[in-house]
Nanobody
Framework: QVQLVESGGGLVQPGGSLRLSCAAS????????MGWYRQAPGKERELVAD???????NYADSVKGRFTISRDNAKNTVHVQMNSLKPEDTAVYYC??????????????WGQGTQVTVSS
């Protein structure tokens, strides 16, 4: 079994900052890409940012220059530092990871989601 557990969401004023964290645990042979998606009410889930095991990053245009993704391979964790938050960043944020498990199967795993609300 593989689990992704997120933390760090909440309510913040426009211009504020939040840091989301996600920890992967369980039967993990190899942790490949990790990242964050978000889904706002009435909208489709969209990529926020992802990072390979080698550290290469990819960001949605809407968050470039404001969000920074990082990971700790020793701890199987991924983080996203979100600065200069805007009301349009309000969404449920989901962590994901592409994992080779003990059955030698590669699958995408998802966290339960954490709410981020940007409002004055």
């Amino acid at each position: 079994q593989v689990q992704l557990v997120e933390s760090g969401g909440g309510l913040v004023q426009p211009g504020g900052s939040l840091r989301l964290s996600c920890a992967a645990s369980g039967s993990i042979l190899r942790l490949d890409a990790m990242g964050w998606y978000r889904q706002a009410p009435g909208k489709e889930r969209e990529l926020v940012a992802d990072i390979t095991s080698g550290g290469s990053t990819n960001y949605a245009d809407s968050v470039k220059g404001r969000f920074t993704i990082s990971r700790d391979n020793a701890k199987n964790t991924v983080h996203v530092q979100m600065n200069s938050l805007k009301p349009e960043d309000t969404a449920v944020y989901y962590c994901y990871a592409r994992i080779l498990d003990r059955y030698y199967a590669t699958n995408d795993y998802w966290g339960q989601g954490t709410q981020v609300t940007v409002s004055s």
